[in-house]
């Protein structure tokens, strides 16, 4: 059974980097072919896209957040992290990793997701 | 780029049948057969429902099924149980973004 993690600061204040990594568990993040995601939930709102990093090691990023965004892979710990510069308030979300396992928006598995604030 | 447009909520009795409708453009579900949908119960992760359309992965109930007409995808959950009270969320593949969301619609089981 495939499980994902999130784990990071739950605090961040503004202007600073956002970053957060997906443990997984249950399978190699080079298995492939998945592309694993970065999506966020805004307090009481929809979920929104952040990125994936195919893998094979290719990234591509929410256009509106791709100035932004950094996805990595550290294939010694099945890790796989997400950076985001420059944060304000509206980067308060709730963070998500998740398996998206055919390259079709099919995200089958996720993590519990974790909280993070922008607040000075 | 907008997100997909779904009800903001619907309601059903248990045994009834309900639809979410999950409308988007050209650019997305009506060009792609690459349409999910998800169910998340308040403090919980989002679960995979349906995906490609119509598809159920395994372990699914199958009063959950999926359509797709033209730029508008649906969602139809039959045979309503307490336990399917919950907020859903669709996807669709995006030419331009890749995973284009609803902004979800929460299902109250009167």
Known sequence: QVQLQESGPGLVKPSQTLSLTCTVSGDSITSGPFYWS???????????????MYYSGTTYYNPSLRSRVTISLDT???????????????????????????GSCQFDYWGQGTLVTVSS | QSALTQPASVSGSPGQSITISCTGTSRDIGAYNFVSWYQQHPGKAPQLLIYEVSNRPSGVSNRFSGSKSGNTASLTISGLQAEDEADYFCTSYSSTTYALFGGGTKLTVL
Request: net charge positive; aromatic share 14%.
């Open chain 1, 76 to 102: 010694s710990k099945n890790q796989f992290s997400l950076k985001v510069n420059s944060v304000t308030a509206a980067d308060t979300a709730v963070y998500y990793c998740a398996r998206d396992s055919a």
């Open chain 1, 38 to 52: 970065w999506i966020r939930q805004h307090p009481g709102k929809g979920l929104e896209w952040i990125g994936y």
